[in-house]
């Protein structure tokens, strides 16, 4: 069969002589959904924020997740018709942007990939962005700042990674520009010099000039610096110098200088490098600029997240243990708390004194394997990531979980709830 245009292989139960006999019609009763286990972070980035609300944000497959850690209660997005991949917050903390694949409806029909613009207290959509313009999916976005999230700017996964800025309220397009074959990782508006948007990914970082209805493009001179295979993440200092994390482990910090003019014209401002920081081994995979000024950042293979002063001297550490993965995100949680998301779907709250507990967990690859236990409230899952993993549907929670040695398919119970069959790929 197909769901949503993709082929599933189903097996008639032994039981049943011809399926045609059994069609039914489909139950009058409408499903609402209660809770969401799991994270998308092993192929995502920047996708953990904390809201006003108290409310971590965040997404897994086409669900936008409000998770109330305190009071244990989820709230849920559910304006998109495919996965998300994107997700950004504006200035005002309450409106939030998300951007999804291309993907097909039911009926198999196509459905193209778009921002969504909706408010995180009343869950209403504020605007649907991009329609018949952006290819594949939505890479990254971002919204201003200086001009108080006005516009929004978006890259496609189109091979020229389009870049676009958008007023979104209007839905009007302001500028469109071809980026570049090469990967793009993240887009930035700079905080306080409106016409400036910035974008990075492999061997790249280009500087924008945005004005009116063009945008033309600097490329970022490493000189003297090692130039590294992909430049991961962006921030801004207090003065507007701008911040980049790469594969080497390197911060980079970018000041902007004024270099001679052009006869007939004025002087010209460009970014060039001022200062290089050794922070972590392995990649630099997240920047958070903290609201006293100060600096986290997220290491890759060193799994560790360093805080740095204003001065950028680092000044705490702590490593988030191997079973979480690596991480993909941090953002300031409340008081001296912050989050971090990892490449194993976990999502961390932690302090530097007092180390990790988990929030939010789940599978790490495709889920084929579902049960219900007969009496009690609990489910069973199994899938293509070898865990088996048992959950308590009241509580919301992880009872249990177990590496098998195959990737799972299917599961069950046994009628007296105390023993569990998993089925494997190869037929085990």
Known sequence: MFMRGRPITMFIPSDVDNYDDIRTELPPEKLKLEWAYGYRGKDCRANVYLLPTGEIVYFIASVVVLFNYEERTQRHYLGHTDCVKCLAVHPDKIRIAT??????????????????????????????????????????????????????????????????????????????????????????????????????????????TWSGNSLTRKQGIFGKYEKPKFVQCLAFMGNGDVLTGDSGGVILIWSKTTVEPTPGKGPKGVYQISKQIKAHDGSVFTLCQMRNGMLLTGGGKD???????????????????????????????????????????????????????????????????????????????????????????????????????????CADFHPSGTVVAIGTHSGR
Not at 310 to 318: A, Q, T, V
């Open 99 to 208: 951007g999804q694949i291309a993907g097909v409806d039911k009926d198999g029909r196509p459905l193209q990939p778009h921002v969504r613009v909706w408010d995180s207290v009343s869950l209403a959509t504020l605007q649907i962005i991009g329609l018949g313009t952006f290819e594949r999916g939505v890479g990254c976005l971002d919204f201003s700042k200086a001009d108080s999230g006005v516009h929004l700017c978006v890259i496609d996964d189109s091979n020229e990674h389009m870049l676009t800025v958008w007023d979104w309220q209007k839905k009007s397009k302001g500028a469109e520009i071809k980026t570049t074959n090469e990967v793009v990782l993240a887009v930035e508006f700079h905080p306080t010099d409106a016409n400036i948007i910035i974008t990075c990914g492999k061997s790249h970082i280009f500087f924008w």
């Open 303 to 409: 799994r560790k997240v360093i805080l740095w002063d204003h001065d950028l001297n680092s000044e705490r550490e702590i490593e988030v243990p191997d079973q979480y993965g690596t991480i993909r995100a941090v953002a300031e949680g409340k008081a001296d708390q912050f989050l971090v998301g990892t490449s194993r779907n976990f999502i961390l709250r932690g302090t530097f004194n007092d180390g990790f507990q988990i929030e939010v967990q789940g599978h790490t690859d495709e889920l084929w394997g579902l049960a219900t236990h007969p009496f009690k409230d609990l489910l069973l899952t199994c899938a293509q990531d070898r865990q088996v993993c048992m959950w308590n549907s009241v509580e919301h929670r992880l009872e249990w979980t177990r590496l098998v040695d195959e990737p799972g398919h």
